[in-house]
Nanobody, 129 residues
Framework: QLQLVESGGGLVQPGGSLRLSCVYS????????IGWFRQAPGKEREGVSC????????NYADSVKGRFTISRDNAENTVYLQMNSLKPEDTAVYYC??????????????????????WGQGTQVTVSS
């Protein structure tokens, strides 16, 4: 079973930056994509970004394109989400999740949310002055 643990959230002023980390661990070595999602109070969960197992292919929701960057270091079992130019509307609990490489994580301009088989517990990001 794959376990994921997010960290790096916190309180930041508008225009500031944060880097989230998603550390994954498993007794079984296999390939998978990683997605980042967020959920604000009273709102539906939203796909933010996803990355292929190799790290070569990355995708972003329109709301974060140009401001967020996803990357991964498989040697360190970590996926990062660098968030710059943060806005109050970025405030949410951020989750990472694992997806089998056989499934799409992005289609038609959307970060897909189906078929993820393991989720982290989330980390709070608050953007406020």
């Amino acid at each position: 079973q794959l376990q994921l643990v997010e960290s790096g959230g916190g309180l930041v002023q508008p225009g500031g930056s944060l880097r989230l980390s998603c550390v994954y661990s498993s007794d079984i070595k296999y390939d998978y994509k990683i997605g980042w999602f967020r959920q604000a109070p009273g709102k539906e969960r939203e796909g933010v970004s996803c990355i292929s197992h190799s790290g070569v292919t990355t995708n972003y929701a329109d709301s974060v394109k140009g401001r967020f960057t996803i990357s991964r270091d498989n040697a360190e079992n970590t996926v990062y989400l660098q968030m710059n130019s943060l806005k109050p509307e970025d405030t949410a609990v951020y989750y990472c999740a694992a997806l089998d490489t056989g499934y799409k994580c992005y289609d038609g301009g959307l970060i897909l949310e189906d078929e993820y088989f393991s989720w982290g517990q989330g980390t709070q990001v608050t953007v406020s002055s």
